[in-house]
């Protein structure tokens, strides 16, 4: 496989540290915005990036170049920013358990026009995987396989949580909707 | 509403990934066209996947590659005590264990002696003649040996267990 990003990395590990910050430039948007989607805090998620980024500095020796140095880069942010999450919450959220909070709030809020904000809203409500999933898919960067090796599921299993989220987003937008039909 | 079947519903959202072939794609579209509560469900799906496609990237601060490269060179230097080198360490302490170990069940130290001090200490230092102090060779190469026994656990976990460890995490997290 070759990737442009190999002959740099090579020179990284003879010893040129400083070419690091290229690599760090090229993705830190990515890094950033996968943190984001995990933690939903920005100054957790830019540290969360930053400790990846630190973690796939010393671990470059055991990159192995048999898939792109991003997606291997990115399994790092997820899992980093996963760990944060971990320590934060003490608990972890199941996809199982969660409902997504439609109430007087969104209700109040949400203005016919205004389902991008909805949507936003309610994509805060699914779980890391599910909103990882649906998130890189949209961010058209990745393919599916891409998004499981990142977030350490099958292709099929990403498939299915990018569908399955899709289907509750419809399902909540279509029962706001008819809520504020009801009061017109 | 009546719900769709799941199935239906998996294909329209191949419709919208465009992953239908064109036989597939005909026979959904019709249905689509046929039924009015799957082409409601249709449209819904489609409006979630325009908003979706209006997912942007974040960006992060505009100090954020300076910290990433602070936080490298603020990094504590490696030890550069391998595992490798923390095993032949600690096979060298087992290897003097065993050999105090086996010349003391010989018989090499039972010999009880006494140091003079007067020997050691020059004569115009003391007004008054030393002491000889009573000098037992078994005693003191047992204290040799548990101290190194010691050594041997210290080097075991810091040198072997806690970097496994840490590398085991680390991996775990890839």
Do not use: C
Not at chain 1, 55 to 69: E, G, M, Q, T, V
Not at chain 1, 156 to 167: D, E, G, I, P, Y
Not at chain 2, 114 to 129: G, R, S
Request: glycine content about 4%; aromatic content about 8%; hydrophobic content about 45%.
């Amino acid at each position: 496989m070759t990737d442009p990003d190999f002959e740099l990395i090579d020179k990284i590990i003879a010893g040129e540290q400083p070419l690091f910050g290229e690599l760090v430039n090229r993705y830190k948007s990515y890094a950033f915005t996968i943190a984001l989607k995990v933690l939903d805090n920005r100054a957790e998620a830019e540290e969360a990036a930053q400790d990846a980024f630190v973690k796939a500095y010393n671990h470059l020796k055991n990159f192995k170049k048999d898939a792109r140095f991003s997606t291997w880069l990115y399994r790092i942010v997820f899992n980093t920013a996963i760990s944060y999450k971990r320590k934060r919450k003490g608990t972890f959220q199941s996809i199982e358990n969660t409902v997504v909070a439609y109430g007087q709030e969104a209700e109040g809020l949400l203005e016919r026009n205004d389902k991008k904000k909805f949507i936003r809203q309610a994509m805060n409500n699914l779980n890391e995987a599910d909103k990882l999933a649906i998130n890189l898919f949209y961010l058209q960067e990745f393919s599916l396989e891409e998004v499981a090796e990142i977030t350490g599921m099958q292709a099929n299993t990403v498939k299915v949580r990018v569908h399955r989220a899709r289907q509750r987003l419809a399902d909540e937008l279509a029962v706001i909707l008819k809520n504020e039909a009801l009061t017109l | 509403m009546n719900k769709i079947p799941q199935l239906l519903e998996n294909q329209l959202l191949e419709l919208i990934d465009g992953n239908l072939s064109a036989s597939e794609k005909e026979k959904i579209e019709q249905e689509i066209e046929h039924s009015p509560e799957v082409k409601k469900r249709y449209n819904q799906l489609v409006e979630i996947d325009r908003a979706l496609k209006t997912i942007q990237l974040e960006q992060p601060s505009k100090t954020f590659t300076q910290i990433v490269m602070a936080k490298l060179n603020s990094q504590p230097l490696q030890t550069g005590f391998s595992i490798k080198n923390g095993l032949l360490l600690l096979f060298g302490v087992l290897i003097a264990v065993g050999a105090a170990t086996v010349l003391l069940a010989t018989g090499v130290f039972d010999t009880a002696g006494t140091i003079d001090l007067n020997n050691i200490v020059a004569p115009n230092l003391t007004k008054e003649p030393l002491p000889s102090v009573p000098f037992n060779g078994k005693l003191v190469v047992n204290g040799i040996i548990i101290l190194n026994i010691v050594l041997a656990f210290l080097i075991l976990d810091r040198t072997i267990l806690k970097p496994w460890f840490n590398r085991r995490i680390n991996d775990m997290q890839f």
